[in-house]
């Protein structure tokens, strides 16, 4: 039986704890592997946002495995797994020069250098300079969507590394779900959660909603979730303030995971609609994938991968982010209408993830692609020009990834050195 290890990039889905889209995707391929029968430990990472705020939920078995950047050695050692694999690719921190036998792969979940220039303020050709180097230290990758796919090929590319050379797996997004079981509210009860980020532009949006509830005096829209440190707080809080003076927007903050899903079972219909940029045409957003496992129609996008299923099933509706104009008539069809629009909708969403997105399916592609990992020759983990990632952290290129990725997860640090 193959032993897997996984880094984690979030807090994860356990008792009492939020978690994020990140958690939810290093959560999906924890639980996808044992479900296709590999033996898997996990580690989340240490002095996170999400951890940080929720530190009393913490277990003190899952505090004393958490990783940070100068235990991974000794993990990979007290473990002894067969593959590791890294949710968020530029955290490895393991010695170019250290003799296990261990695999490394890469989940690559999204665009991280491009994430990277909102929350650090650098160019694109640095920040893409940065990971590429950090994909020559690994023996194998997953990402998404087909779409992704080739994105990461040109990354590859850059890194002297050809895709079709190197085990690389498409891994659809799932959650786990609830399969649709829920009974629909007397009234419209829409909802949005998630974490509010610069590269996500969900504000016209939201008023444009909150306008209409008060208007027709129903209905309601639960925002669940808030702002990370690094990013803008006073746009995001100039949003908040507004939203506070709907009487239809209700705003709860970070909840625990069975606390959101308590809503889940209540919600009409998920609110997931933002301003197109690159960032979000490549990305696959992790909370409407939740959404359809728990049979939850979104208001998403017309300009995603994901948007193509969701239209074809009839399994939710695809707008124009900027059509503001189509949102509102929608809006006001689903208060009038919502009782017989939403069952049909619902429905198909369920079947969705029970047909193509459970744990075990998205899974079992990877499950092969690990067992067929070439071993690590000694010197393949070593990255360009003899660069130590545990001790060069205070160099200038690992010391700004390593502020670049703690501030994406909302850490305040002292910079010293």
């Known amino acids: 039986m193959i032993k897997v290890f996984v880094f984690a990039s979030d807090v994860l889905p356990l008792p009492g704890l939020p978690t994020s889209g990140g958690g939810l995707r290093s959560w999906q391929l924890i639980r996808g592997l044992i479900e296709n029968g590999l033996e898997v430990e996990y580690s989340m990472p240490k002095n996170v ?3 940080n705020k929720f530190e009393a939920a913490i277990p003190a078995g899952e505090r ?12 990979l050692e007290r473990f002894s797994p067969d593959v590791a694999i890294w949710c968020n690719s530029p955290t490895i921190r393991v ?17 991280i250098n491009m994430e990277s220039v909102f929350v650090t303020g650098r160019n694109l050709e640095e920040t893409t300079a940065e990971l590429t180097e950090f994909l020559r230290r690994y023996d194998g990758f997953s990402c998404v969507s087909e779409r992704q796919r080739y994105y990461w090929a040109g990354l590859l590319s850059a890194a002297g590394r050809l895709i079709d050379d190197v085990p690389f797996e498409v891994v659809p997004l799932s959650c786990e779900g609830g399969g649709g079981d829920r009974e629909l509210p007397e009234e419209l009860r829409l909802i949005y959660a998630g974490g509010f980020y610069p590269w996500q532009n969900c504000i016209d949006v939201l008023i444009a909603i909150g306008e209409e509830l008060d208007k027709a005096g129903t209905g309601r829209l639960d925002l669940f979730g808030g702002v990370h440190d690094f990013s803008d707080s006073r746009r995001f809080q100039e949003l908040f303030e507004r939203l506070k003076s709907f009487h239809r927007v209700h705003l709860h903050g970070f909840v625990s995971r069975e606390e959101l899903r308590g809503y ?3 919600a009409s219909c998920a609110v997931d609609l933002m301003g197109k940029n690159i960032e979000r045409e490549l990305a696959i957003t ?3 994938a939740e959404y359809l496992a728990e049979g939850i129609p979104p208001i998403y996008n017309n300009y995603n991968v994901l948007s193509e299923r969701i239209e074809a099933e009839d399994a939710g509706w695809c707008l124009d982010p900027d059509d503001l104009v189509g949102l509102r008539a ?13 069952p049909p909708k619902s429905a198909n969403a369920a079947r ?11 899974l079992e592609p ?5 067992g067929n990992l070439p071993e690590r020759p000694a010197s393949s983990c070593r990255p360009p020009d003899d660069r130590k990632p545990k001790q060069g952290i205070n160099k200038p290129f690992h010391k700004r990834f390593y502020y670049a990725w703690m501030a994406l997860r909302g850490k305040k640090i002292k910079v010293i050195g």
């Not at 929608?330 to 939403?342: E, G, V």
């Not at 990877?366 to 690990?370: D, E």
């Open 64 to 75: 004393a495995k958490a990783w940070d950047f100068e235990n991974q050695e000794e993990l």
């Open 49 to 51: 946002f999400l951890g």
């Open 264 to 266: 889940y079972r209540k």
């Open 366 to 370: 990877m499950k092969v692609m690990l």
């Open 330 to 342: 929608l809006i006001r069809d689903l208060l009038a209408n919502h009782r017989t629009t939403i």
């Open 352 to 362: 969705i993830y029970r047909e193509v997105l459970t744990f075990k399916s998205t």
């Open 95 to 111: 010695d170019p020069d250290w003799k296990g036998s261990t695999r490394f792969v890469a989940d690559l979940h999204g665009p």
């Open 286 to 288: 992790t909370r409407t």
